[in-house]
C-alpha cells in the first residue's frame, strides 16, 4: 500500500464519516443519560468505516465502464487493497464485539445485518430503494442503538424528536451530495430517485426537510430550558448545510463540499467537551 493510496484512503475512505458516527453517538448518549463504554465506540467506528468501505466496493464492482466519480474511480482501481483494507476492518470489529455489553450487541447485530442486507438489495436487484432514506435511517439507528440500549429510561417524545432532527440532517447532507454527482451518477448508471427527479423538484425538497429540521429543532424548547445548547449545536450543523446547498456551484471541480458536509458531525465535539 503506497503513499498514493493512503492520500486516496484518506480522501475517499470516509474516515470522517465513521468518526462523525462516533461524535454524534456520544451526543446521544449526553442527551439520555447513559454510560457507554469506550469499546462500543470503538466497535461503532469500525462498523461505520466497514458497511462504507463495503458499499463504496459495491458501487465499483457494479459499474461496467471506468467510473466517472473520482470516488468510484479510485474504489475500481484499487479494488484488492480496499478489500483487504475491508477483510482487516471487518476482523478487527468481530473481534471488538467481546468486549460489547449483551443489549448493544444483540441491537448491534440487527441494525449491521439489516444494513448488510440493504447492500445485497442494492447490488443484486435491478429495483432501486430511494438511498438517501434509508441511508439516514440506518445511520440514525446505528448511532442510537447503544445510548437507548444502555440508557435507564424509556424512549421520551423529546428523544425521538432529537433523532428525527438527526435524521433530516442525515438526509439533506446525502441528498446534497447525491445533488451535486448527480451528473456523474447518471454517466455511470447510478439509479436514484436523485437521477430520476427533475432538479426543481429536488430543490423543493431539500426546503421541505430544511424546513421541519428547523421547527425540530424549534420544538426541543417545548421540553426543557437545558436543551439550548444542543439546539444551537444542531441549528449550527443546519445553518453550514443551508451555506452549502446555496453555494454548491463554487465546488463544480472539488471535492471540498464532502469535507465540509461529513465535517459538520464533527462539530459536536464541542458541546462534548
Avoid at 26 to 47: D, E, K, R, W
Avoid at 59 to 75: Q, W
Avoid at 95 to 123: D, K, T
Avoid at 147 to 166: E, F, H, T
Wanted: hydrophobic content about 55%; overall charge positive.
Amino acid at each position: 500500500m503506497g503513499r498514493s493510496f493512503m492520500i486516496g484512503l484518506l480522501k475517499h475512505g470516509s474516515l470522517e464519516v465513521a468518526l462523525g458516527a462516533v461524535v454524534m453517538s456520544m451526543v446521544v448518549a449526553s442527551t439520555c443519560g447513559a454510560h457507554v463504554p469506550a469499546s462500543v465506540y470503538v466497535s461503532l467506528f469500525l462498523a461505520v468505516w466497514f458497511i462504507y468501505i463495503l458499499d463504496r466496493l459495491f458501487d465499483a464492482r457494479k459499474i461496467p465502464a471506468l467510473a466517472s466519480n473520482p470516488r468510484h474511480h479510485f474504489y475500481q482501481e484499487h479494488f484488492s487493497q480496499l478489500l483487504t483494507v475491508l477483510v482487516m476492518v471487518g476482523s478487527a470489529g468481530l473481534g471488538s464485539l467481546i468486549y460489547l455489553p449483551a443489549p448493544v450487541l444483540l441491537y448491534g447485530v440487527l441494525v449491521m445485518g439489516s444494513c448488510l442486507l440493504y447492500l445485497l438489495w442494492v447490488f443484486l436487484s435491478t429495483r432501486s430503494l430511494p438511498k438517501e432514506v434509508v441511508v439516514a435511517a440506518l445511520y440514525t439507528a446505528g448511532i442510537s442503538l447503544a445510548p437507548r440500549a444502555l440508557a435507564n429510561s424509556g424512549v421520551r417524545p423529546v428523544d425521538l424528536l432529537i433523532l428525527i432532527v438527526i435524521f433530516l440532517i442525515a438526509f439533506i447532507n446525502l441528498v446534497l451530495f447525491s445533488r451535486q454527482e448527480r451528473q456523474y451518477d447518471m454517466a455511470d448508471s447510478q439509479e436514484s430517485f436523485i437521477t430520476r427527479w427533475k432538479p426543481e423538484k429536488i430543490r423543493l425538497l431539500l426546503r421541505a426537510a430544511f424546513t421541519v429540521a428547523v421547527i425540530g429543532i424549534a420544538g426541543l424548547s417545548w421540553f426543557s430550558g437545558s436543551l439550548l445548547p444542543l439546539q444551537g449545536l444542531l441549528m449550527l450543523m443546519l445553518g453550514v448545510l443551508w451555506i452549502l446547498y446555496q453555494r454548491m456551484a463554487d465546488f463544480e471541480n472539488s471535492l471540498t463540499y464532502r469535507l465540509i458536509g461529513d465535517g459538520i458531525f464533527l462539530m459536536p465535539i464541542v458541546l462534548l467537551i
